[in-house]
């Protein structure tokens, strides 16, 4: 008989906190008040300007049975990715899920992720993700329109990176997300100097390792509010910088090839182009990052040229 510990395994819950006290009371509710049981909470507080608000509320659940870790940092990290690999090596269990402090969940969430990852031997699972405001109201009425899948389904790493991670990160976010902790040590550690797109080399890296699963049932809350780190990184050109670091990662690891990489290259120079930054030179220091091999100046005017060419017939 299969021990008991991989068919009901420990799974560490971290969640990473920010000045998010407005959300972790909810956050941390929705982790306890999970179906599964055998889990342990690391909360993690990333010295959080607010004046101890967050600090008070994590408190209270300094007791609770299943909250094994509370780290308060003295300087904040500098990275949201560098306290999810803190976290991953703090974790005690099989598998890991990061529960950003802003989202929430069904309380059958980890059930019904975990038991997919298990029965399908996947480096890690996900579900599909329905977007809502601060005040939890929901923004998209289609969490999975994205995945544009209609069923589960098992992937295997490879075709799952050139399907859904290549030009963005089709796992809405990493709340959604459960994984093997063993796996997440073993790979290199390029995703915890990233500001924006951290997650998504960290998650093409957990694929490369592995099959992926998704469940196609909306049990996690991804929270878009004002200090969204995403869309402050898009508006001061972080995430265009961590994008061609991910394309030269995809190439050199031949996932995609030389054309493709060419063609992701000039659909984010078409992005960035149209774009109005809060730095004005952050458009030219762009420009000038893209522009490293002698044939991008031959082939980009001859994609504005054919993109003009298709719009004024």
Not at 219 to 238: A, E, H, P
Not at 245 to 260: D, P, T, V
Not at 302 to 311: E, G, I, S, V
Request: proline share 3%; with cysteine.
């Amino acid at each position: 008989m299969q021990n008991n510990k991989y068919l009901e395994p420990l799974v560490s819950v971290i969640i990473p906190n920010y000045c998010h006290s407005l959300y972790l009371d909810e956050r941390i509710q929705s982790v306890l008040n999970q179906t599964y049981q055998n889990y342990e909470v690391l909360i993690l507080d990333d010295c959080s300007p607010d004046g101890g608000a967050s600090k008070t509320i994590i408190e209270r659940y300094r007791s609770n049975p299943h909250v094994s870790q509370i780290i308060y940092n003295e300087k904040n990290s500098g990275s949201p990715f560098k306290q999810w690999r803190k976290g991953i090596e703090l974790a005690k269990g099989l598998y890991v899920w990061i529960a950003e402090s802003d989202d929430c969940c069904e309380n059958t969430f980890l059930e019904k992720v975990l038991k997919m990852c298990v029965e399908n031997s996947a480096v890690m699972g996900f579900c599909t993700s329905s977007i809502i405001d601060e005040t939890r109201d929901q923004l998209f009425n289609n969490p999975s329109k994205q995945m544009k899948l209609d069923t589960d389904y098992v992937f295997e790493g490879n075709c799952f990176i050139r399907s859904h991670l290549l030009f963005r990160n089709e796992i809405r976010n990493i709340s959604s997300v459960v994984f093997k902790k063993s796996i997440a040590l073993s790979i290199d550690r390029q995703y915890e100097e990233m500001k924006a797109l951290g997650d998504r080399l960290f998650c093409i890296e957990m694929a490369e390792m592995g099959r992926v699963c998704f469940l196609n049932t909306p049990l996690n809350y991804f929270r878009r509010n004002d200090m969204c780190v995403t869309l402050m990184n898009i508006n001061n050109g972080n995430s265009y910088t961590e994008n061609l670091k991910i394309i030269n990662y995809l190439y050199s690891n031949q996932h995609i090839s030389l054309f493709e990489k060419v063609k992701m290259k000039m659909f984010f120079i078409y992005q960035f182009s149209n774009k109005e930054f809060k730095n004005t030179k952050e458009k030219s220091n762009l420009l000038r990052l893209y522009d490293r091999y002698w044939f991008y100046r031959f082939l980009y005017p001859a994609y504005l040229l054919n993109r003009y060419m298709k719009f004024n017939p």
